[in-house]
């Protein structure tokens, strides 16, 4: 690594001010010292040269406050990686509009958060920005952040005669998907650009744009190209919560996290973490939902990005008081907590191929609308299918990481993969996974499993059919009212005959040499029509191949998790899980709303295991948590002391060598060495 980047440490704590409305000049230069106070030791610095909710650079404006601020922040112990807004127009450029907007289908401009125009990345808009990067070289910075760019497709008369000149035909005759191909090569054209201006300015500057990990409808291939151009993977998993909070899950801010250390690589992770509330940019979120978001976000291996988006008043309060406190204990934990690494067993996979074809819902942020794309049809819905998968892994209190193709390459490492309806599926995936079990590994999967190629073409047969121990013959529908039973076999469930059917199901021919362990009910009339018959239609499958096993659903089985939250769904499934893995730590006596993670730290020779507690009122924002007492750490590996971080305790194991935790509150470390 460069010299300059190499001044910053992997773990950061990066503070961030997405406005100025301190007053004055004396008052700006004060906020470095702010920083310092509460622990921080970077800043990605919007506020000197921002034009309210936006910022970009300007030479002739900017060059005096910068130069001051830089020095301000190196005496306080603030490093500075530098914000530029680029997909935005500044106010002041409204002016521009004509050449650098732009519009919409209907010639309309195209206005972000109500008040801005999106900038046009095919005008010469660009021509203004690079120019701008390349003024910064004076300055003595880490590197630099884009905000951005802006994901619609634009239909100005620019964009307009490339999408001809590259697709021979004009936009309004175009298909759906040459329209989104178009949109997202515009992008990559740019942050390939912007990437190598800065690299040119200066080949010590760190570069990276708002990376959305989840619903960035790009392939695998596309999103490991937008990658390449970031030397830092961030991400907005602590924005919250655009819609209602009531619909937001417990475990957003850790999931996001979990996407960033799957998608970096040896790159350096963070999570951006509003303080306020969103969408309301005065109003501060909860202390507890402000603790809440910085554990998880540590718990997971991630750097934190604080920002607010008022004034630095705003943190005089309880929450910015809250905050202060999670960065100090960041800062006095700062050696364990650079360059992590995950020892979870178990794994959860996420296919950008069959995210970006497959039937799947977006999830509303400051960028992207909640709408998918239309035109895609699979019998479920991706979406709710990984999140099912997730939230049952979760409320098992099971420490996990994400894989997805990108790092697809790391999946020795695991004992278990979980694979929910990854329907879209490369030939490399397929040779992947059929290694993975080879060589002893299990897999679970439901669904239209590898039944896409990775371009979403149908296929007569599951790709994994041999691994799976199942052919494909087609579907049967079911209602909420219908229903599967365990055959005697490792997953009976006791006491329970009929447990619900997921709503449509796979017609899976089982091989000879497979075991089918449950099997679905006929369909019933009507929900008050007879006593269900016993499974005949094989459901639940279990096969053997090379050293490994397969177990498949045939059927939404993760999807329905998602929906109804059958808690016999998330019984057979710790079923498998308790046969198959071997975590190095297991939480007991614990409840669902609990996040478990197990680390080591970047020495190695520490296992950290955290807990997050999201027990709250059954509400969001969390106002209260409720503490837990009684919790049981089992460690199932040697070891020699074991203390918890937050409060300090040191914890003897009892006469069965488990460890009996103190009242849990926020969250805690254990440290075991
Ligand atoms: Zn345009």
Redesign the pocket.
Known sequence: MDDTAATLPFHLRIAALQCNFEGSRQNTLNVPKLWNSFGFNTEQLFHTHSELYSAVFRKEAHTDILRDYIEKSRKNGIQIILYMNCHILLESQNDRAEDWA??DRNGEYIRSYGTYHAC?L??SWTDFFLESIESLKEFDIRGIFFDGPSSSS???S??CSLFEKEYGLPPDQAEEQQIDRFRLRTIIRFIKRIYEKTKKVNPGWLSYVNANLMHARASAEEMREILSYNDIIGTEGGFQFYGPPSDTDIWRCGMHAKFVEAASGDKRRVIFMAGDQKPWSWYMHTPTETKLCYASVLANGASVWYGIHSSTQNLKGVSGRAVQEMVQFDKKHDHLYQNTESAADTALFFSYNTSKHYTSSGEATDFYGSEGLKGRTGIGNYTDSFRGAYGMLFRSCVPFDVVTELNIDSLSTYSVLILPTCACMSRDTVLALKEFVTNGGTLISDSETALYSDTFEKQENFMLNDLLGVSFKGYRSYRTHDYFTCDTGPIKSAGVEYIPAPLTAVDAVPAEIAQVCARLCPPLAGRYSDRPESGVYPFIIKNGYGSGTSWYFAGRFFELYSTYGIPHYKEILNTILTEHSSPCAELLNAPESIEVTVRFSGTGDTLMVHLVNYSGGMNRPITDIIPVSGLVLKVNRGFSSARTLLSGTNLEPDANGLLHLPELREFEVVCIE
């Open positions: 732009q519009v046009c095919n005008s634009c239909f100005c620019r964009c």
